[in-house]
T-cell receptor
């Protein structure tokens, strides 16, 4: 039983295309995140949703649009893909209400390569 | 912007050696977490430290949070090949998402 799952695991596409990555968590957590890990393994927050509402939107180009249809899902749509978008994208979830805060769980990552 | 600097960036040692990884910041964090990430997988939480000066042990791994809650260290005793991986520290301040360090790639040779 996978706690946080992402699809697809690998994505190879041409510059200028539009693509989506999906994420689902079955932990009943109230908060979900998208992180980007670059080639130097630096992991940086992109977005955070709490109960379907956007609460963090770090300096990310508006070509990236997250969507949370319900609290168990957080998808990431990317328009007009650029070479610099190539990276590994991780979804994560965590229960942030209540004390103490629980562990943040990461998905297996989506390896995006833009050619 | 809160930054976490990890050192060293790369470490290659022989099985049985000891090592320490450092995570430093000029910012204060309410908690600090250490993760290990293996190739092709997401980071997995090892430990969370919350109190300044706190020391936590996980088998051969010892984690310490600095008194001022700005820095942390991870010490591994008698490293094993299974300890190979990318070690990431991450700081939490308020209700924002985690701020991750630059990572330390550890390779333990048999």
């Amino acid at each position: 039983d996978t706690a946080v799952s992402q699809t697809p695991k690998y994505l190879v596409t041409q510059m200028g295309n539009d693509k989506s990555i999906k994420c689902e968590q079955n932990l009943g957590h109230d908060t979900m995140y998208w992180y980007k890990q670059d080639s130097k393994k630096f992991l940086k927050i992109m977005f955070s949703y709490n109960n379907k509402e956007l609460i963090i939107n770090e300096t990310v180009p508006n070509r990236f649009s997250p969507k949370s249809p319900d609290k168990a899902h957080l998808n990431l749509h990317i328009n007009s893909l650029e070479l610099g978008d190539s990276a590994v994208y991780f979804c994560a979830s965590r229960q942030t209400s209540g004390v103490p805060r629980e562990t943040q769980y990461f998905g297996p990552g989506t390896r995006l390569l833009v050619l | 912007t809160q930054l976490l600097e990890q050192s060293p960036q790369f470490l290659s040692i022989q099985e049985g050696e000891n090592l320490t990884v450092y995570c430093n910041s000029s910012s204060v964090f309410s908690s600090l977490q250490w993760y290990r990430q293996e190739p092709g997988e997401g980071p997995v939480l090892l430990v969370t430290v919350v109190t300044g000066g706190e020391v936590k042990k996980l088998k051969r791994l010892t984690f310490q949070f600095g008194d001022a809650r700005k820095d942390s260290s991870l010490h591994i005793t008698a490293a094993q090949p299974g300890d190979t991986g990318l070690y990431l520290c991450a700081g939490e301040a308020g209700r924002r998402a985690l701020t991750f360090g630059s990572g330390t790639r550890l390779q333990v040779q048999p």
